[in-house]
T-cell receptor
Framework: TQLLEQSPQFLSIQEGENLTVYCNSS?????LQWYRQEPGEGPVLLVT?????EVKKLKRLTFQFGDARKDSSLHITAAQPGDTGLYLC??????????FGKGTMLLVSP | NAGVTQTPKFQVLKTGQSMTLQCAQD?????MSWYRQDPGMGLRLIHY???????DQGEVPNGYNVSRSTTEDFPLRLLSAAPSQTSVYFC??????????????FGAGSRLTVL
C-alpha cells in the first residue's frame, strides 16, 4: 500500500503570512495532484505535477514535485482568508486509482 | 454542465437498514469511484469502475456494493447499514489528463449517519 504523509495536519495563520505544506512518501508516483476542499463541498483540483523537479505556480500558490517523485510541497505567499480550506495531495501510479494524504487544514484569519 | 451529481445530500439510517447513494456524471467519463471521508482519515477509496460493466474494490470495500450498467451512473449500495458506515461519501469521475494523470471531478458529497 502506498502512503502519503501530509504535514502539518492543521495550520492557523494571520492574513499576509507565508506557509508551506508538505506531502511525503516512500513510494514513487507517476504524478501528484493537489486539491482544495471547502466545507460542505467536494475537493477541487488545483494542480497536477508530473516531472521530477517540476515547479508550477498558480497566482500566490507554488507547487513543487520532488526530484525523485516521492514528495511534493505547496507554498502559499501572503495568505488570504479565501485560502482557508482543506488541502489534499494525491498520488497516481497509473490510470485506475489515486492515493490521498490525510490533508492539511488551513485557517487564515483576517 | 452539471458535472458529478450525488443524491441524497443528507441521510439518516437505523442500523440494519439498506439504502443506495446515487451518483451521475454528464461528462462521458470512463472512470468513476466512491470515497468515504472521515475525520483524521482523509479520503479512502471504496469501489471504482473503469467503464460500464467493470467494477473493482478499493481500500475499504466491505459492507458496500456497486454496479455500473451505464457510463453515466455509479450507485453505491449499503445492504445492512452499521454505525461504522457513518461518514461523508464522495463520488468522483475522471478524464485522462494530457499526461495520463487520473484527474478527478468530485460531487458535493452525501452525509450519512447510521444510528
Amino acid at each position: 500500500t502506498q502512503l502519503l504523509e501530509q504535514s502539518p495536519q492543521f495550520l492557523s495563520i494571520q492574513e499576509g503570512e507565508n506557509l508551506t505544506v508538505y506531502c511525503n512518501s516512500s513510494s514513487v508516483f507517476s504524478s501528484l495532484q493537489w486539491y482544495r476542499q471547502e466545507p460542505g463541498e467536494g475537493p477541487v483540483l488545483l494542480v497536477t505535477v508530473v516531472t521530477g523537479g517540476e515547479v508550477k505556480k498558480l497566482k500566490r500558490l507554488t507547487f513543487q514535485f520532488g526530484d525523485a517523485r516521492k514528495d511534493s510541497s505547496l507554498h502559499i505567499t501572503a495568505a488570504q482568508p479565501g485560502d482557508t480550506g482543506l488541502y489534499l495531495c494525491a498520488g497516481s501510479s497509473g490510470y485506475s486509482t489515486l492515493t490521498f494524504g490525510k490533508g492539511t487544514m488551513l485557517l487564515v484569519s483576517p | 454542465n452539471a458535472g458529478v451529481t450525488q443524491t441524497p445530500k443528507f441521510q439518516v439510517l437505523k442500523t440494519g437498514q439498506s439504502m443506495t447513494l446515487q451518483c451521475a456524471q454528464d461528462m462521458n467519463h470512463e472512470y468513476m469511484s466512491w470515497y468515504r471521508q472521515d475525520p483524521g482519515m482523509g479520503l479512502r477509496l471504496i469501489h471504482y469502475s473503469v467503464g460500464a460493466g467493470i467494477t473493482d474494490q478499493g481500500e475499504v470495500p466491505n459492507g458496500y456494493n456497486v454496479s455500473r450498467s451505464t457510463t453515466e451512473d455509479f450507485p453505491l449500495r449499503l445492504l445492512s447499514a452499521a454505525p461504522s458506515q457513518t461518514s461523508v461519501y464522495f463520488c468522483a469521475s475522471s478524464r485522462r489528463g494530457g499526461t495520463g494523470a487520473n484527474v478527478l471531478t468530485f460531487g458535493a458529497g452525501s452525509r450519512l449517519t447510521v444510528l
